[in-house]
């Protein structure tokens, strides 16, 4: 809404009116502004959902015996994250934008998903929440309105990138006309495109829209797992908010780097026209997880609950998607994709040994950052652990620095492949 003030303003030459042009400046005020509101309304927040007693609720301490400390802290401070990521991005960003119209139906759907999962834990007192198949539905439908978007809509189009020999050296150029593409970028690979309609290239003339197809269920598929994977990292102080924020700093800088052109050519990558609408949401989102973490480091004032997990989660996974680095996620959200497995395997690990009649396990206890604050004396004595080491518990706020460490690595080896190949 500023930026069309300003650019209103800089009609009649108002001094100053025109730095709203900056894509540099917008981001960083929304960084800012996020902060602020955070941080302020958090507190505001945070005081109403204590009078209110929208706390955490209790469960059984023999499935989850971490969360006996934490009863009385309130709960769906998501919402903090949501307005704090909305006003800046509605402030500042351009509305006409196809990319920016997509990240602000993402952040609402999913934050609507939560909060309807959260007030059913919290005010129906069911532990359960909203039954798994309505949020499988929700992600699903997410993924769709992502994916027939960006096969439908005119303004999501990309300029290829080519490698070209001139005078003897090889360079990087980019069509001169914006086109509808199934491409995504691929890392370790020196021609690091891939096109959808390639893997379905068998289908003759129809690959073009069976790769559509392809593309549209890889999104469904993106989606599902990121959000469930940062629903499932939210399980200490400060953990999903700070990975989520190290994750998004990486996307900001990739969607930089798309939407430049100079820049897109060095790293030879596609180039995305209108995609400098993205940094200004993506700043939001990292200024409102960082302002969140204020209240949310340990020991935490406030838990996001599933209102903020599945919307920063979705919100990932669609930036990504809108960006054509879908593919480099295994590697940027590699604890979420851990936090996955680790439930997934431990699960199905331990139906086949009740099939045998016997109790087993792979760890401790999952997603995989409880199993490093496990005791030994808070294991099942008639069940096998295939590992019990560190035998030893760390603290649940070192634990999450060490995984904030591990975030930031994988972040910057993200980055790196682009000129890894």
């Given at each position: ?225 990121v959000s469930n994977g940062a629903n499932l990292n939210d399980g200490m102080d400060g953990m999903a908010a700070g990975n989520s924020a190290i994750i998004g700093v990486a996307l900001g800088i990739l969607a930089y780097v798309s ?163």
């Amino acid at each position: 809404m500023l930026y069309y003030f300003f650019q209103w303003l800089q009609k009649f030459d108002f001094p100053g009116a025109g730095i709203f042009n900056y894509v540099s400046f917008r981001a960083l005020m929304a960084v800012i502004l996020a902060l602020l509101i955070s941080s302020i309304f958090g507190d505001k927040f945070i005081n109403l959902l204590k009078r209110k007693q929208i706390t955490e609720v209790q469960r059984d301490a023999s499935i989850d015996p971490f969360n006996t400390g934490k009863l009385g802290v309130p709960s769906m401070g998501g919402i903090i994250i949501i307005v704090a990521i909305l006003v800046p991005s509605l402030l500042l960003g351009r509305l006409d934008n196809i990319y920016m119209i997509l990240m602000l139906i993402t952040t609402v759907w999913l934050g609507a998903l939560g909060f309807a999962d959260d007030y059913i834990k919290i005010f129906k007192r069911d532990k359960d929440g909203l039954h798994g198949k309505f949020k499988i539905i929700g992600q699903v439908g997410l993924g769709l309105i992502v994916g027939l978007t960006l096969y439908l809509s005119p303004d999501m189009v990309i300029r290829e990138n080519a490698e070209v020999k001139k005078d003897g050296k090889e360079i990087v150029v980019h069509g001169s006309n914006d086109i509808k593409s199934t491409k995504t970028t691929i890392p370790f690979f020196k021609n690091n495109n891939l096109d959808y309609a390639d893997i379905v290239g068998f289908m003759g003339k129809h690959a073009q829209t069976a790769g559509w197809v392809l593309f549209v269920l890889v999104t469904i598929f993106v989606v599902t797992a990121v959000s469930n994977g940062a629903n499932l990292n939210d399980g200490m102080d400060g953990m999903a908010a700070g990975n989520s924020a190290i994750i998004g700093v990486a996307l900001g800088i990739l969607a930089y780097v798309s939407s430049h052109l100079t820049f897109a050519s060095y790293l030879n990558i596609m180039y995305i026209p209108g995609s400098e609408e993205l940094v200004i949401f993506i700043c939001a989102f990292v200024g409102a997880l960082i302002g969140f973490l204020w209240y949310n480091a340990f020991p935490a004032q406030v838990f996001m609950g599933d209102t903020g997990s599945l919307t920063i989660g979705g919100i990932i996974a669609v930036f990504a998607i809108i960006i054509h680095k879908e593919l480099l996620i295994p590697i940027l959200c590699g604890v979420f994709l851990v936090e996955n497995l680790s439930v997934i395997l431990q699960v199905q690990y331990f139906k086949k040994g009740k099939k045998r009649g016997v109790k087993q396990r792979i760890f401790k206890r999952t997603p995989i950052h409880d199993h490093f604050r496990t005791t030994m004396s808070q294991l099942d004595a008639n069940c096998t652990y295939m590992f019990t080491k560190p035998t030893n518990v760390f603290h649940e706020a070192k634990i999450t620095v060490r995984f904030w460490i591990v975030t930031i690595v994988l972040a910057a080896i993200t980055i790196i492949t682009l000129k890894i190949r």
